[in-house]
């Protein structure tokens, strides 16, 4: 079974710009969830989404924004791009049974560079 | 408030020797426990969880975890260690009030020939 893709692996934008990331998840997994990787701040969750609506968010500006279509594929899009959000943005996807039981399997994400 | 600790930014072992990456948390409800790898330049691979029964959960690669409630402790360990088991480790929990996961700093595991 192909795991979680991620695409673009690398992106290189400029300040003020807009950027869009995609994520697959696993065949049959309902639930993606976004995540932000900095040196300093480590991961931080950005939201999750599960049958096309948003069920949880992370402390993050309304600049951070997402989506889910009917086939379970993610985007996520930052609007008015900063230097801050220079990151690795991982996408995890999972069966997403109530209760929070389940394993969350990480694609190997996206390298975004903000000049 | 609910919150993840590693105590050890880096944890220094000998191949060969036992190694044991720390993990405490502190959580409101009942807590969903998990040990992630990452090795450069990748994404997060899952080790093992901790969600009820046991409290020494074994996973993946020969790790294993030991949950322990009265000291909130969720340590991860392994009898031998390998070189190739250098890599960056987090431990995460998840509430069961609102399923997010609260992760660790995480932990740069050097293992050493």
């Known amino acids: 079974k192909a795991g979680v893709t991620q695409t673009p692996r690398y992106l290189i934008k400029t300040r003020g710009q807009q950027v869009t990331l995609s994520c697959s998840p696993i065949?049959?997994?309902?639930?993606v969830s976004w995540y932000q990787q900095t040196p300093g701040q480590g991961l931080q969750f950005l939201f999750e989404y599960f049958s096309e609506t948003q069920r949880n968010k992370g402390n993050f500006p309304g600049r951070f924004s997402g989506r889910q279509f009917s086939n379970s594929r993610s985007e996520m899009n930052v609007s008015t791009l900063e230097l801050g959000d220079s990151a690795l943005y991982l996408c995890?996807?999972?069966?997403?049974?109530?209760?929070?039981?389940?394993?969350?399997?990480f694609g190997p994400g996206t390298r975004l560079l903000v000049l | 408030a609910q919150s993840v600790a590693q105590p050890e930014d880096q944890v220094n072992v000998a191949e060969g020797n036992p190694l044991t990456v720390k993990c405490t948390y502190s959580?409101?409800?009942?807590?969903?426990l998990f040990w992630y790898v990452q090795y450069p330049n990748r994404g997060l691979q899952f080790l093992l969880k901790y969600i009820t029964g046991d409290n020494l959960v074994k996973g993946s690669y020969g790790f294993e975890a030991e949950f322990n409630k009265s000291q909130t402790s969720f340590h991860l360990k392994k009898p031998s260690a390998l070189v190739s088991d250098s890599a960056l480790y987090f431990c995460?929990?998840?509430?069961?009030?609102?399923?997010?996961?609260?992760w660790g700093a995480g932990t740069k595991l050097i293992i050493k020939p």
């Open positions: 065949s049959g997994h309902r639930s």
């Open positions: 995460a929990v998840r509430d069961d009030s609102n399923y997010q996961l609260i």
């Open positions: 995890a996807s999972s069966l997403a049974q109530r209760g929070g039981r389940e394993t969350q399997y």
């Open positions: 959580v409101s409800g009942n807590p969903y």
